[in-house]
């Protein structure tokens, strides 16, 4: 069948829902954000529908005369041949109608909707797979920005002033669309400086946006980072993350490799920072893409005050530190009522502060909380044994866990006294989060 999709002004216009229950209820709570003037009859009504001020509420029998005068009705009676009597009474009328779970009775139908302020995506199979319909509608409401209502808004007031700025539609249009696509981009309304810069025909200014990608698969990033990817014209990223994340660039993003590991810098921070500035001052929108979360000893504190010190615009994404997720991946809880009231992340790589480091564990080491070292494989012993040095039982619970980029966990358990002799005979390589304290010793 040849279902086009209408984008029908209802505000205000007569609708009637037969049925009273839950599936009705569904049907309302789609119809209201745009502001019908809806009645909803049937001999029992749902307490929720009657207390919802947008409905007229009649609990009693659907009539033939309650279909007068309305633009569509929906039938959502638990009652079959209610159903098709409501809907031969509309084809016979010409009043739109839609019949729940019988799509040859329908002459609309019920698409999945995605609405923010002015937009409305609706997405429809034809009654194929509701279901189907269902998942593309999650998948596109993750790609609208959070603040799509106001950059609307404000793109339907900035093509008015367009009109009068812009006489030649060629101009008008390429105008327009830029600006759009930098509220997209940058998932915020345009300032004045940058409305007046894309009005002259200025190039836009670049701006870089730290985000975390999480630990481990890809799909642990969050919703806004991809977003940030899907319109970076420059990533620069690390070597601790999956590198499926750079497929959901665009074709033509420039993608940096700066590799960053634990003992093995490619790239110098001091260089990182440059590439950085000089790709913004390029006017480019720039994703410095990095493993785990920017500031959880990802030197993304640094990289902010250098590009600040340049005037250059930065955001920051948080992603999901592997100090917390590896250990919940392996079963280990952090914190847990009883065992562990803190936990404590520190940086096992800091032979520049030797000194300092091994006072700050000495410190820790009188803690009854989680003690979590990142990027200190290389010194497990070593930490295992200052710490029993320090006060820690020797038969104080520890784990070594390691992830990769297809969820795969492998995790090796003992004791501050065994930890370093068994994880050598496991063979486990680097990188891997080190636990030590009670809570290493769960299996949840």
């Known amino acids: 069948m040849g279902y086009f999709p209408f984008f029908i002004d209802i505000k205000g216009k007569k609708g009637l829902v037969v049925g009273g229950g839950r599936v009705a209820a569904r049907k309302v709570e ?9 009645t909803l009859i049937a001999p029992v009504i749902l307490k929720e529908l009657k207390e919802n001020s947008g409905v007229s509420c009649l609990e009693r029998r659907f009539r033939d005369e309650d279909v007068e005068g309305c633009m569509f009705v929906i039938a959502a009676s638990d009652d079959e041949a209610l159903n098709t009597h409501v809907a031969s009474l509309c ?18 139908l019920f698409p999945a909707l995605v609405k923010e302020g002015k937009l409305t995506v609706g997405i429809s199979t034809e009654g194929a797979s509701p279901q189907a319909a ?69 190039e836009p200014e670049g701006k870089v946006i730290l985000a975390g990608a999480g630990c481990g698969a890809f799909d642990l990033i969050t919703i806004r980072a991809l977003r940030a990817i899907r319109y970076a014209q420059v990533i620069v990223y690390d070597d601790l993350l999956d590198k499926r994340l750079l497929a959901y660039a665009p074709e033509s993003c420039e993608k940096i490799y700066v590799g960053k590991r634990s003992g093995k810098h490619s790239m110098p921070q001091q260089e990182i920072n440059r590439v950085l500035i000089q790709k913004a001052k390029q006017g480019k929108q720039v994703v410095r893409l990095k493993g785990g979360d920017p500031f959880v000893f990802g030197r993304g504190g640094e990289e902010i005050l250098a590009l600040k010190k340049e005037g250059i615009e930065t955001s920051l994404i948080p992603g999901i530190t592997s100090a917390v997720a590896l250990p919940e991946a392996a079963g280990i809880p952090v914190t847990h009522r009883g065992i562990s009231g803190s936990f404590h992340v520190m940086t096992g790589h800091r032979e520049e502060e030797g000194k300092i480091f091994w006072e700050e564990l000495e410190k820790l080491s009188g803690i009854s909380g989680t003690l979590i070292f990142l990027m200190g494989f290389q010194r497990l012993e070593e930490i295992a044994q200052k710490l029993i040095q320090y006060g ?9 866990i390691h992830g990769d980029f297809n969820g795969k966990i492998r995790v090796v358990k003992g004791t501050l006294e065994d930890i370093g002799e068994k994880t050598k005979a496991d063979a486990l390589k680097p990188p891997a989060v080190i636990v030590v304290g009670e809570s290493a010793g769960l299996s949840l």
């Open 30 to 38: 789609k119809l209201l954000p745009f502001s019908p003037r809806l």
């Open 91 to 108: 084809r016979e009328k010409g009043i739109l109608v839609n019949v729940v779970d019988c799509k040859e009775n329908c002459s609309f």
């Open 134 to 202: 269902a998942q593309l509608r999650s998948m596109t409401a993750q790609q609208v920005p959070s603040r799509m209502e106001e950059i609307l808004d404000d793109l339907a007031q900035l093509r008015e002033a367009a009109k009068e700025q812009l006489p030649d539609p060629v101009k008008r249009a390429a105008f327009l669309k830029e600006a759009a696509d930098l509220c997209m981009e940058k998932n915020r309304l345009l300032t004045e400086k940058e409305k007046d810069a894309l009005l002259q025909g200025s």
């Open 392 to 400: 820690k039982k020797p038969e104080t619970p520890a784990a070594v």
